[in-house]
């Protein structure tokens, strides 16, 4: 299974593709709290957090600093398996023990974690045995077809592939092409999640 984990893109596509789901997602979920896919650009100096939260109790956490990248992942039906994080290379040791990535007594959670420095040539992994997988499975994949299946299945709504690939391809956003994924919403509602997001005007 980290031969799935280091399927990952190179980092810039990673950072496209989290942007890109957490605006897709603002647009589907104007409520935040419902949304799967978020995307922090102004969470720290120099730092930038993509989240994932299915509401039932899995999480993942991915940040990109200067230093790299480093990420992890929680699946509610594995045992916590924190020792993961102790392959964690020292110079993203500061986000292991970070409160928002914690559980809610502060102890580290994770079933995988995953890094990736500005200057390696591929993607180190820790992971536990049934250690979520899954959880990545759309970010690896990492096609507006697979968000458009996700989709469509989550919202429970029709999701235009036109419009998921306008958005994959980080296009500034039209009135038509918001109006096609939630009707009556306009690209002037969506300013706060654009701003939060980084995404291109």
Known sequence: MDEMMRGLPEIQVLRDRCRAM???DAILSPDWESRYYSFDSKWGEGEE????????GDDWFIVFSGAGVYGRGFDHEAPNASQVLQAVPAVFEM???EPAFADHDGSPRATLCFWREATDA???VSVADHGGHGLF???IEGTPQAYQR????YYETAVGLAEVEHVYALRPLTPAVVARLNPGLEPADLEGDIDEIGYPR
Do not use: C, F, P
Request: a negative charge; charged letters at 20%.
């Open 95 to 97: 986000y292991v023990g």
């Open 22 to 24: 957490a605006m897709l």
């Open 122 to 124: 591929e993607w180190g």
């Open 137 to 139: 499975e759309l970010l």
């Open 150 to 153: 996700w989709a469509e299945d």
């Open 49 to 56: 957090v993509a989240s994932m939260r299915t509401g039932s």
